[in-house]
């Protein structure tokens, strides 16, 4: 058994349902402490919905001949996941018990079977082990190397790598690189990795008719009525193209809640949720106007409530962000292709990472972890023979951003 599968498996086996850590943030100090990080937990959130964070730096030390203005200038590379899960489901359905990692054997080669397998434990373990073979190579890097770590990704993520950054910023601390350890693969580890993501904005727009008998339309106004021309232009429109790497943005309608149940009372009310996944090619205001006009334009205005029209409530999830190829996606597509031949592919496809609020901060953010295909699901697994090339793959990105460091120092 590899240091990183033993690890991997001792994270598992923590019941880490978010927002619960379980101690898995303090077994991963345990493991950087002796390498020469500073852990700092960083606490946030309610009582009943306490967020444990970590945020360890190993400060580089290379080399002690350089002046204050040259070792201010050291990158600083940051391995950014989460050790919270989401809840196991039935656990009767499982193959084994979810906390307690197995070995499945399968035509394909043995399988670690556990809930966080997957997303994200392996990463985090992986990562773990690659920092300690780096540094037992290369004690004084030109680097340094930070670890930002939360049990709230899986949750509302409002208590989780958000306010980490914020504090982080607060004290002027900067990143110049960051890997997210989110499962990124298809197939096979590296296949895949994301540059970049789309924004998320969501809105809930209630229209407000006059409810009444649905016999006399005339003495009612139908919000449904009200409101579907206007939905009927909404879902055609091209809202952008997209660019080179994201594809165009889109607007989808999630939940359609209107009347009360019974079939003769026209509704009072109807209220739509909806959601935009946008390029950098949107912007979240510009997003919002254009909605805007095409209600107006189909004789939709805001209301206070007192008479009929829309009120309308808006929620930026996250801004999309992008991270060209250069130094930092260089270094890990050569790190790809020394441990796997493979020539990965770039993609800003899938859902929304906490690579959304370090992007914030940090110019150049990528997601490389293990094939996703398991995550969330009943018997969440990650394929043993991908679990040394991942961390050889985060040790390589290690290895070559060291290299450029010192090709321009």
């Given at each position: 058994?590899?240091?990183?599968?033993?690890?991997?498996?001792?994270?598992?086996?923590?019941?880490?349902?978010?927002?619960?850590?379980?101690?898995?943030?303090?077994?991963?100090?345990?493991?950087?402490?002796?390498?020469?990080?500073?852990?700092?937990?960083?606490?946030?959130?309610?009582?009943?919905?306490?967020?444990?964070?970590?945020?360890?730096?190993?400060?580089?030390?290379?080399?002690?001949?350089?002046?204050?203005?040259?070792?201010?200038?050291?990158?600083?590379?940051?391995?950014?996941?989460?050790?919270?899960?989401?809840?196991?489901?039935?656990?009767?359905?499982?193959?084994?018990?979810?906390?307690?990692?197995?070995?499945?054997?399968?035509?394909?080669?043995?399988?670690?079977?556990?809930?966080?397998?997957?997303?994200?434990?392996?990463?985090?373990?992986?990562?773990?082990?690659?920092?300690?073979?780096?540094?037992?190579?290369?004690?004084?890097?030109?680097?340094?190397?930070?670890?930002?770590?939360?049990?709230?990704?899986?949750?509302?993520?409002?208590?989780?790598t958000v306010v980490v950054c914020?504090?982080?910023?607060?004290r002027g601390e900067t990143f110049?690189?960051?890997?997210?350890?989110?499962?990124?693969?298809?197939?096979?580890?590296?296949?895949?990795?994301?540059?970049?993501?789309?924004?998320?904005?969501?809105?809930?727009?209630?229209?407000?008719?006059?409810?009444?008998?649905?016999?006399?339309?005339?003495?009612?106004?139908?919000?449904?009525?009200?409101?579907?021309?206007?939905?009927?232009?909404?879902?055609?429109?091209?809202?952008?193209?997209?660019?080179?790497?994201?594809?165009?943005?889109?607007?989808?309608?999630?939940?359609?809640?209107?009347?009360?149940?019974?079939?003769?009372?026209?509704?009072?009310?109807?209220?739509?949720?909806?959601?935009?996944?946008?390029?950098?090619?949107?912007?979240?205001?510009?997003?919002?106007?254009?909605?805007?006009?095409?209600?107006?334009?189909?004789?939709?205005?805001?209301?206070?409530?007192?008479?009929?029209?829309?009120?309308?409530?808006?929620?930026?999830?996250?801004?999309?962000?992008?991270?060209?190829?250069?130094?930092?996606?260089?270094?890990?597509?050569?790190?790809?292709?020394?441990?796997?031949?493979?020539?990965?592919?770039?993609?800003?496809?899938?859902?929304?990472?906490?690579?959304?609020?370090?992007?914030?901060?940090?110019?150049?953010?990528?997601?490389?972890?293990?094939?996703?295909?398991?995550?969330?699901?009943?018997?969440?697994?990650?394929?043993?023979?991908?679990?040394?090339?991942?961390?050889?793959?985060?040790?390589?990105?290690?290895?070559?951003?060291?290299?450029?460091?010192?090709?321009?120092?």
């Open positions: 058994m590899t240091a990183t599968l033993r690890l991997a498996e001792q994270l598992i086996a923590r019941p880490s349902v978010t927002p619960d850590d379980a101690g898995c943030q303090t077994l991963l100090s345990q493991r950087l402490q002796p390498l020469g990080f500073v852990c700092e937990t960083i606490e946030s959130g309610p009582d009943d919905f306490r967020v444990t964070n970590l945020w360890a730096k190993f400060t580089s030390k290379w080399p002690s001949a350089l002046d204050m203005k040259a070792t201010a200038a050291i990158k600083t590379v940051v391995f950014a996941g989460h050790t919270d899960v989401v809840p196991t489901g039935p656990v009767a359905q499982w193959h084994s018990p979810p906390f307690v990692p197995t070995h499945l054997p399968t035509p394909q080669g043995p399988l670690l079977v556990g809930r966080g397998a997957a997303d994200m434990k392996t990463s985090l373990a992986a990562m773990v082990v690659a920092c300690e073979e780096f540094l037992a190579a290369t004690p004084q890097p030109a680097l340094n190397i930070a670890f930002l770590l939360t049990s709230d990704e899986e949750g509302p993520a409002n208590d989780g914020q504090t982080l910023q607060a110049d690189c960051c890997i997210v350890g989110e499962p990124t693969s298809v197939e096979r580890t590296g296949d895949m990795i994301k540059n970049g993501r789309r924004g998320t904005m969501s809105g809930k727009l209630t229209v407000k008719g006059v409810q009444g008998h649905i016999a006399y339309p005339h003495l009612a106004q139908n919000p449904i009525h009200m409101l579907s021309p206007a939905l009927a232009e909404l879902v055609t429109i091209e809202w952008d193209r997209g660019n080179d790497y994201f594809p165009p943005t889109t607007w989808q309608v999630s939940n359609i809640h209107g009347g009360t149940g019974a079939s003769n009372i026209i509704p009072g009310t109807v209220v739509v949720d909806f959601n935009f996944r946008f390029s950098t090619e949107s912007t979240p205001e510009g997003l919002q106007q254009r909605l805007v006009a095409v209600l107006q334009r189909h004789g939709l205005h805001p209301t206070d409530g007192a008479e009929p029209g829309y009120t309308l409530a808006w929620t930026v999830g996250g801004l999309p962000f992008l991270t060209r190829p250069g130094p930092l996606v260089d270094a890990v597509r050569d790190a790809i292709h020394a441990e796997t031949g493979l020539a990965t592919e770039l993609s800003t496809t899938g859902g929304t990472s906490d690579g959304r609020f370090i992007a914030q901060m940090c110019p150049e953010v990528i997601e490389l972890g293990p094939p996703n295909a398991t995550i969330h699901k009943i018997n969440e697994s990650v394929a043993v023979a991908d679990i040394e090339p991942l961390k050889n793959i985060y040790r390589r990105v290690l290895e070559n951003l060291h290299r450029q460091a010192l090709a321009t120092a």
